[in-house]
């Protein structure tokens, strides 16, 4: 049998690779049956360029915004078909330039269960398909009225995601796609203007989000490595006005590329390494960002007892 760390680093790591707000949950693996893998990863984006709107540009009001996150993540396999995933960040951000003063705090809890509902074995390849359901909602009171130095935007998210896995001898291929419907969102002041119109309350529309992600990797039996393609929808908001800062309910697409690389430390038992990086190539009202992250995870056998 595969080393469990592997498992475990897989399923988990997947859950933030995209929007720190939406687990992605797009691989093509289950956490064991009765084994439990938690761990810590450090995250750093930071960008120069954004667009706004669809014009892409540079602020130098605040140079280079950077955000770093320290992200505690947990997955337990309920059994070989049913896991059960959930995770917690504390998040800072910070400017080069200008007079903002950077945010920090703990941001959302998300909690996802995934269900392999479908498996077939051939020869040398196999079939597989996956439900998810998340939930995932703020766990404190910051400030999400000051965009891009905010931690989150504030918003309780259902998201249901489907996924489909084929592989063929250690090649493998995934494709994913999810609808998150977001609550609306409130501020601390009685009215705010935005797309051209002035609305007299503190209550923000915040609208959903529909992402797809392709991943294609190749593995062996303690090391992995994959290439993958992300891109995120909001399913409307306005522009970022000219020369102005980012609302909360702006619409925020992105295309993004990234790869990945997984490997279980030798000679320390159930102990793994992951790291990854990400890189916008297109966008509208985000930054022009490189992400990487990268962590341990360790994992608890419940099996035996």
Same mark, same amino acid.
């Given at each position: 049998?595969?080393?469990f760390t592997f498992f475990v680093l897989a399923m988990v790591g997947s859950l933030?690779?995209?929007? %720190?707000?939406? $687990?992605?949950?797009?691989?093509?693996?289950?956490?064991?049956?009765?084994?439990? %893998?938690?761990?810590? &990863?450090?995250?750093?984006?930071?960008?120069?360029?954004?667009?706004?709107?669809?014009?892409? @540009?540079?602020?130098?009001?605040?140079?280079?915004?950077?955000?770093?996150?320290? *992200? /505690?993540?947990?997955?337990? %396999?309920?059994?070989?078909?049913? +896991?059960?995933?959930?995770?917690?960040?504390?998040?800072?951000?910070?400017?080069?330039?200008?007079?903002?003063?950077?945010?920090?705090?703990?941001?959302?809890?998300?909690?996802?269960?995934?269900?392999? &509902?479908?498996?077939?074995?051939?020869?040398?390849? !196999?079939?597989? &398909? &996956?439900?998810? !359901?998340?939930?995932?909602?703020?766990?404190?009171?910051?400030?999400?009225?000051?965009?891009?130095?905010?931690?989150?935007?504030?918003?309780?998210?259902?998201?249901?995601?489907?996924?489909?896995?084929?592989?063929?001898? +250690?090649?493998?291929?995934?494709? +994913?796609?999810?609808?998150?419907?977001?609550?609306?969102?409130?501020?601390? @002041? $009685?009215?705010? #203007?935005?797309?051209?119109?002035?609305y007299s309350t503190n209550m923000v529309r915040m609208y959903d989000l529909f992402?797809?992600?392709?991943?294609?990797?190749?593995?062996?039996? =303690?090391?992995?490595?994959?290439?993958? /393609? *992300?891109?995120?929808?909001?399913?409307? !908001?306005?522009?970022?006005?000219?020369?102005?800062? $980012?609302?909360?309910? =702006?619409?925020?697409?992105?295309?993004?590329?990234?790869?990945?690389?997984?490997?279980?430390?030798?000679?320390?038992?159930?102990?793994?390494? @992951?790291?990854?990086?990400? #890189?916008?190539?297109?966008?509208?009202?985000? !930054?022009?960002?490189?992400?990487?992250?990268? %962590?341990?995870?360790?994992?608890?056998?419940? +099996?035996?007892?």
């Open positions: 049998m595969k080393n933030v690779t995209v929007h %720190g707000q939406t $687990p992605l949950m797009t691989d093509g693996r289950m956490m064991p049956g009765k084994i439990f %893998g938690n761990g810590i &990863f450090y995250g750093h984006d930071s960008w120069k360029n954004y667009w706004e709107g669809t014009l892409k @540009r540079d602020n130098q009001n605040i140079g280079t915004l950077t955000t770093q996150s320290i *992200t /505690y993540m947990g997955a337990y %396999g309920i059994n070989d078909k049913i +896991s059960i995933i959930a995770m917690v960040p504390y998040v800072w951000t910070k400017a080069s330039g200008g007079t903002l003063s950077g945010m920090q705090g703990v941001q959302d809890l998300t909690v996802a269960a995934k269900y392999n &509902f479908f498996k077939k074995d051939y020869e040398h390849s !196999g079939l597989k &398909f &996956f439900a998810l !359901g998340s939930f995932s909602t703020p766990l404190t009171d910051y400030n999400k009225d000051l965009l891009p130095m905010s931690i989150g935007l504030g918003t309780t998210n259902l998201a249901a995601r489907l996924t489909a896995s084929y592989s063929y001898k +250690s090649w493998y291929a995934n494709a +994913s796609g999810a609808y998150t419907c977001r609550s609306n969102t409130s501020l601390d @002041r $009685p009215a705010y #203007y935005t797309n051209g119109q002035l992402d797809f992600i392709l991943r294609a990797g190749y593995e062996k039996e =303690n090391w992995h490595a994959e290439v993958y /393609y *992300t891109q995120q929808n909001t399913l409307g !908001g306005g522009d970022i006005r000219r020369q102005d800062m $980012p609302f909360i309910s =702006n619409q925020m697409n992105s295309s993004k590329v990234g790869a990945l690389v997984m490997w279980g430390v030798p000679n320390v038992k159930n102990l793994a390494l @992951r790291a990854w990086g990400t #890189y916008t190539v297109d966008g509208r009202n985000v !930054g022009q960002s490189f992400s990487i992250m990268t %962590g341990l995870m360790y994992h608890l056998d419940f +099996s035996k007892d």
